[in-house]
C-alpha cells in the first residue's frame, strides 16, 4: 500500500508521513518546497528509520508528476500541496489559482491516466465562511465570500467532486482542517514559517523563544464570551492519524466523503495565550489590538461524523498542544536547518 503526498515535506504533510509510516504504509512525496525544507524529510526518516522517495519537483509540472507514476505503485493521493498565506492570496491572485488550481487538474489527469482514483484532499474550516451558527456540521454551507486563498480551497472541493461524478470509480475525501497546531513529541519537527508567521501560534512559539518581541492579540471586541476570537485548534498528530484513517476509508469506498477535522471545543485567542503561559510556566508578552481584517468572530467544528463513520476523534488537549508547540520550538530556536 503507497501513498503519494504532495506538500509531504510541510508541517502537516512531514506528521502524516510518521504516522503512515508507523501504520506499515509505503510513502513517496513530492514537494517543491517552496515553503518547507530537505530537512524535515531527514527528520521524519530518523524518527521512523524508514527512507522514501522524495520527488523535488513542482506538481504542474506534468511531465514530472507521470515520472513519480511511473516508478511507483500508488494506491492512494493525500493532496496537501499549495500556497496558504491568506493575505498574500489578496495580492497575488494569479499565483494562488495557477499554483492551487493548475497543480490539482495536472495531478487529477495523471492519476485517471494510471487508474489511481482515490484522493484525500487537505481543505479547511475557510470554506464556511463566517458560518450563522456554531459548531458547523458538514451541512453547514459553504461560502466563497472569501479571499483568492479560501476560494482555491472551494474551487477544489467543488472539482473534485465533480471528477467523482463523471467516474464512479473515484473516491474523494474532503477534510475540512479546523486550526492545526502543536507538533510531533519528538520535537524533531514542527512548523516552521517562512519569515513573520501570519498564523496564531508559530507567532507565540517565536515571542517565546525571543525571536519576536509581542504578540498582538487581534480584537477584543467580538461577539464572543472574552471578546476574542474563538477557533478549534487540533493537535497536529489527531490531525494526521485522520489520515490514517481516511485512507482505510477511501480504500474501501468510492463517492465523496467530507470530515470536519477539529476537536470540537472552541477556546479563544486569550485562552490560547494563557495556557501556553500555564503549560510552559513562561511569560509571553502580549498586547492588545484592532482587529485584523477578514477575521471571523467564531468558528469550531462538529466532529460526529468523523467519529462516526471514520472511528476517530482528536485524543490531546490544549495543554499537550501548547507543550508540544513550544517543545518543538524551544529545541529549534531558527526552525529546520
Ligand atoms: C487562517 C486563515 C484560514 C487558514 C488557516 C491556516 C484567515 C482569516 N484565515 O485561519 O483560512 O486555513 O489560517 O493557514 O486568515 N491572531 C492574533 N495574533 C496573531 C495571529 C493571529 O491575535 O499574531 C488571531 C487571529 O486574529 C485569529 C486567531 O488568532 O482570531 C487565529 O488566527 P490564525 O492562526 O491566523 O488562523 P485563522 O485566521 O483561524
Not at 508528476?65 to 500541496?81: P, S
Not at 450563522?132 to 456540521?137: C, G, K, L, M, Y
Not at 461560502?143 to 472539482?159: H, R, V, W
Not at 512559539?205 to 509581542?214: D, H, I, P, Y
Amino acid at each position: 500500500m503507497a501513498v503519494l503526498l504532495t506538500g509531504g515535506a510541510g508541517y502537516i504533510g512531514s506528521h502524516i508521513c510518521i504516522e503512515l509510516l508507523q501504520a506499515g504504509m509505503d510513502v513517496v512525496v513530492i514537494d517543491n518546497f517552496s515553503n518547507s525544507k530537505p530537512e524535515a524529510v531527514r527528520r521524519v526518516q530518523q524518527i521512523t528509520g524508514k527512507k522514501y522517495p522524495v520527488y523535488h519537483e513542482d506538481l504542474r509540472d506534468r511531465a514530472a508528476v507521470e515520472k513519480i507514476f511511473a516508478e511507483n505503485t500508488i494506491d492512494c493521493v493525500i493532496h496537501l500541496a499549495g500556497s496558504k498565506a491568506v493575505g498574500e492570496s489578496v495580492q497575488k491572485p494569479i499565483l494562488y489559482y495557477d499554483n492551487n488550481l493548475v497543480s490539482t487538474l495536472v495531478l487529477c489527469d495523471v492519476m485517471r491516466d494510471y487508474g489511481c482514483k482515490k484522493i484525500i484532499f487537505s481543505s479547511s474550516a475557510t470554506v464556511y465562511g463566517a458560518p450563522e451558527q456554531v459548531p458547523v456540521t458538514e451541512e453547514t454551507p459553504v461560502s466563497a465570500d472569501t479571499t483568492p486563498y479560501g476560494k482555491t480551497k472551494l474551487f477544489i472541493e467543488y472539482m473534485l467532486q465533480d471528477i467523482a461524478k463523471s467516474d464512479p470509480d473515484w473516491s474523494v475525501i474532503l477534510l475540512r482542517y479546523f486550526n492545526p497546531i502543536g507538533a510531533h513529541a519528538s520535537g524533531l519537527i514542527g512548523e516552521d514559517p517562512a519569515g513573520i508567521p501570519n498564523n496564531l501560534m508559530p507567532f507565540v512559539t517565536q515571542v517565546a523563544a525571543g525571536k519576536l518581541e509581542k504578540l498582538s492579540v487581534f480584537g477584543t471586541d467580538y461577539d464572543t464570551p472574552d471578546g476574542t476570537c474563538v477557533r478549534d485548534f487540533i493537535h497536529v498528530v489527531d490531525l494526521a492519524q485522520g489520515h490514517v484513517k481516511s485512507i482505510a476509508k477511501a480504500m474501501e469506498n468510492s463517492g465523496v466523503f467530507i470530515y470536519n477535522l477539529g476537536t470540537g471545543k472552541g477556546y479563544s485567542v486569550q485562552q490560547l495565550v494563557d495556557a501556553f503561559q500555564q503549560a510552559n510556566d513562561i511569560e509571553i508578552p502580549y498586547q492588545y489590538a484592532p482587529r485584523r481584517k477578514g477575521d471571523i468572530a467564531q468558528i469550531y467544528a462538529d466532529c460526529s461524523k468523523a467519529q462516526r463513520e471514520l472511528g476517530w476523534q482528536a485524543q490531546h488537549d490544549l495543554f499537550e498542544m501548547c507543550r508540544d508547540s513550544w517543545n518543538w520550538q524551544k529545541k529549534n530556536p531558527q526552525g529546520l536547518a
